[in-house]
């Protein structure tokens, strides 16, 4: 990872994300703590009053692929951790075998597809929007994706599980391909929206 790149930039201070290695299908997480456990100093939520009153999240990012085909998926997620519950909003642009978004099942701790298509640009810049909600009967609401303009609608629950962490956290992941080609992804105007 490397913060302040210029090119390729839309506000002239992108990150570049890089993944290579030899061990095929591998992949790489960044994850950002913003309120709770771990995160900066002011965040830390000590008297738990945050977390608990958030429900609604919009995860917003622009992101420029040279060459898209070289990734196995993208990977967008938005977490909260409360009352002893596990919210995971995944959402994974699967490349490679379809170029379709998949959802995290929560309970099933594996990959949902929804059949609904995702086709980056590549050697251009993508924008991506994500809406995601916990209900007031606490349960992950997936409400929509948003790919360059094109929206599709989801209103997809599942339930939470268990944990004993607490906050709210945002990730990116890069997955290696059949051949674990290299390949840099960069991100800009990143904004997480949470009420």
């Keep these: 990872m490397q ?25 790489v997480l960044w994850n950002n703590h913003l309120v709770g456990d771990f995160a900066a100093p002011g965040m830390e939520d000590e008297a738990k009053k945050i977390v608990p ?14 060459a898209i085909w070289k990734s196995q998926a993208l990977e967008f997620d938005i977490n ?31 990959w949902k597809p929804t059949g609904i298509a995702c086709n980056p640009v590549s050697n251009s810049w993508n924008n991506l929007v994500i809406q995601v909600q916990r209900t007031s009967d606490d349960q992950l609401l997936f409400q929509s994706i948003t790919l360059n303009g094109q929206t599709a609608t989801l209103n997809y629950q599942e339930s939470p599980t268990a944990t004993n962490w607490y906050g709210i956290t945002i990730n990116y992941q890069q997955d290696g391909n059949a051949l674990q080609e290299p390949y840099s992804v960069w991100l800009d105007w990143m904004n997480f929206s949470y009420w």
Excluded: M
Aim: with cysteine; net charge negative; charged share 15%.
């Design 3 to 27: 913060q302040g790149a210029t090119s390729p930039s839309l506000s002239g201070n992108s990150t570049e994300f890089n993944i290579g290695g030899q061990t095929l299908y591998s992949d």
């Design 53 to 66: 009153s958030v429900h609604n999240f919009t995860y917003e990012v622009s992101f420029f692929v040279p």
């Design 80 to 110: 909260q951790f409360v009352d002893g519950k596990s919210f995971i909003w995944g959402h994974e642009c699967r490349i490679a075998g379809g170029n379709e978004w998949d959802i995290w099942n929560d309970q099933a701790q594996a």
